[in-house]
Each structure stands twice: as C-alpha cells, then as structure tokens.
C-alpha cells in the first residue's frame, strides 16, 4: 500500500513499485490505509514520515510501515527499503 497526499508523489511511487511486480493500492489518507489494511492485510505500507505514528496507532493488524522521504520514493533505494520490510515481516 502507497499512502500519500500528494498524488504526483503518490502516483510515482505507485508505478515504480508495479513496474517491479509489487501490486500497489494508492491511498490518499490515513484513515482510508487503515480501513483498507485491515481487509487487504497489505504487505508494507509505504507513508510519508508524518503519517507512520498516525498509521502505526490505527492498526489492528501486523503490517510493517515504511516511512520514506520524498526523495526517496523517487529512487531504486525505494524497493530495496519495501522489500527489506517484506523480508523481515516474514522471518
């Protein structure tokens, strides 16, 4: 799951993610990632920094959240960040 506000940021991040396999829902809130998290039971959510604590609190589910800078969500340093939270939410 792809959670951020600014939908440019949010629509790069989702396409450099799918163009690699990963199969993304884009979401635009908070509130909207966690309603969906606890029916998707996503792998990782990927938020913008000052959305983790807010996402972390709202959960009812083990999923792994990933804080990523802007810059980063617009780099290869981005999947290997997601696939690292996959692999250690799997161990």
Same mark, same amino acid.
């Given at each position: 799951?792809v &959670? %951020?506000?600014? !939908?440019?940021?949010? %629509?790069l991040t =989702? +396409?450099? &993610? #799918?163009?690699?396999q990963f /199969?993304? /829902?884009?979401?635009d809130s908070?509130?909207?990632a966690i309603?969906?998290? !606890? #029916?998707l039971?996503?792998s990782v959510i990927?938020? /913008?920094p000052?959305? =983790?604590?807010?996402?972390?609190?709202?959960l009812?589910v083990d999923?792994? $959240?990933?804080?990523?800078? #802007? =810059? $980063?969500?617009? *780099?290869? /340093? &981005?999947? =290997?960040?997601?696939r +690292? #939270?996959?692999? *250690? *939410?799997?161990?």
């Amino acid at each position: 799951m792809v &959670l %951020d506000a600014d !939908h440019q940021r949010r %629509d790069l991040t =989702e +396409a450099i &993610l #799918a163009k690699l396999q990963f /199969a993304v /829902a884009p979401v635009d809130s908070v509130q909207k990632a966690i309603s969906i998290a !606890h #029916a998707l039971r996503p792998s990782v959510i990927v938020c /913008a920094p000052q959305d =983790e604590t807010s996402v972390r609190s709202g959960l009812r589910v083990d999923v792994p $959240v990933v804080p990523v800078a #802007a =810059e $980063v969500a617009v *780099s290869d /340093a &981005l999947v =290997e960040i997601v696939r +690292a #939270a996959i692999r *250690s *939410s799997t161990i």
